[in-house]
């Protein structure tokens, strides 16, 4: 597990920026440690009006993530986890998400939030997920990463607050 050498970023006000965040269903008790990160992210960046999306599971990640850039948001922040299995149901739904998000990003020049657990067992997510007992808070760092990103993409685009 990496969890070194992530830089040390202090929040910035991000008030001013339209924030979605789209949440996976499966595997619940990671799903709630990701979406708590991922508010905590927002409350310390001040970005206190933000929609949050709820999907079946992170292969529906990319098309409602595609659907609220479309609306505007600055910032999507995607949220899911795929446990890998004995099939290649991980393999298919990993590069569907992660392709079709990047896709998402380019498309609509927006900041996407990569939020998704890609693990090989529960252990490794629940200690990503931000829970008390998580070595990891991977809601917060994608959160985090978004607004950071819109920023920067506001700032070239001449909006800056």
């Not at 905590?40 to 659907?67: C, I, K, M, N, W």
Request: net charge negative; aromatic share 4%; hydrophobic share 45%.
């Amino acid at each position: 597990m990496a969890g070194h050498g992530a830089p040390d970023q202090e929040p910035i006000d991000c008030s001013d920026l339209r924030v979605a965040v789209v949440a996976a269903s499966w595997h619940t008790q990671v799903m709630d440690g990701l979406l708590a990160g991922a508010e905590r992210a927002l409350a310390d960046y001040r970005v206190a009006d933000h929609q949050v999306v709820r999907v079946p599971g992170t292969f529906e990640l990319p098309v409602v993530a595609s659907a609220l850039a479309a609306q505007g948001y600055d910032a999507v922040v995607a949220l899911g986890v795929v446990i890998r299995g004995g099939t290649p149901h991980f393999d298919y739904v990993c590069n569907a998400a992660t392709d079709g998000l990047v896709r998402v990003g380019l498309d609509h020049t927006v900041a996407i939030g990569f939020g998704v657990l890609t693990c090989d067992n529960d252990q490794q997510a629940l200690e990503r997920a931000g829970l008390p007992h998580s070595r990891e808070d991977k809601g917060y760092e994608a959160t985090a990463a978004a607004l950071l990103t819109a920023r920067t993409l506001a700032e070239l685009a001449g909006r800056t607050p």
